[in-house]
């Protein structure tokens, strides 16, 4: 176990909806990173937040959305879904230390299925 | 930009063989490198990574890599399969995501599908 926490584990939904996806992070972590894992892309980086600040935009498309609360858990909004949106989301955090790179833990992902 | 390139999507063994998973790096500075597990439905685990401490990294169950800057590989092997490690195997680099900060974005490879086979 991680530590990090992603809700919901499966969500099955209908293309143009709106799904939100939802992270803890380890207790006393401060970066949440976004992941989307698909079969043709493989697994890429979305987006990162630190201390409620976005820090860094991956291959994240306009019509995904993110945001972290001052709690520190974060939610990726997704809209106007497309079949194509299909795929594992996985949430990630880390602690920040000076210097060096930090690990970054893994939740166990949600799986999103647009029909 | 950094980029992670695995060699075989796909390794198969015998339990009691060598593992050995390859992995090559594109990267302009020096780089952190990371070995994740997927197994089928979990997420990713941390296998080991390298930070520049030393070449020859150890890991959780038995894993190591060794970190060849002039082949710009970082290769993971283990001395002897378990059927418990047939998994997908990710390598990764890390890149900066802001400026002299700590924290970094993963950039991953495509995977190495690894089947133990008894």
């Known amino acids: 176990d991680s530590g990090v926490t992603q809700t919901p584990k499966h969500l099955i939904t209908a293309t143009g909806q709106r799904v939100t996806l939802r992270c803890s992070p380890r207790s006393g972590d401060l970066s949440v990173y976004w992941y989307q894992q698909s079969l043709d892309q493989g697994l890429q980086f979305l987006i990162q937040?630190?201390?409620?600040?976005?820090?860094a935009k991956g291959n994240i498309l306009e019509r995904f959305s993110a945001q972290q609360f001052p709690d520190l858990h974060s939610e990726l909004n997704l809209s106007s879904l497309e079949l194509g949106d299909s795929a594992l989301y996985f949430c990630?955090?880390?602690?920040?230390?000076?210097?060096?790179?930090?690990?970054?833990?893994f939740g166990p992902g949600t799986r999103l299925t647009v029909l | 930009a950094q980029s992670v390139t695995q060699l075989g999507s796909h390794v198969s063994v015998s339990e009691g063989a060598l593992v050995l998973l390859r992995c090559n790096y594109s990267?302009?500075?020096?780089?952190?490198l990371f070995w994740y597990v997927q197994y089928p439905n979990q997420g990713l685990q941390l296998l080991l990574k390298y930070t520049s401490a030393a070449t020859l990294v150890k890991g959780i169950n038995d894993f190591e890599a060794e970190f060849k800057k002039s082949e710009t590989s970082f290769h993971l092997t283990k001395p002897s399969a378990h059927m418990s490690d047939a998994a997908e195997y990710f390598c990764?680099?890390?890149?900066?995501?802001w400026g002299g900060g700590s924290n970094y974005k993963l950039t991953f490879g495509k995977g190495t599908l690894l089947t133990v086979n008894p």
């Open positions: 937040y630190y201390n409620g600040e976005e820090r």
């Open positions: 990630a955090s880390s602690a920040r230390t000076s210097g060096g790179s930090d690990t970054q833990y």
């Open positions: 990267s302009s500075v020096p780089p952190y």
């Open positions: 990764a680099v890390s890149e900066a995501s």
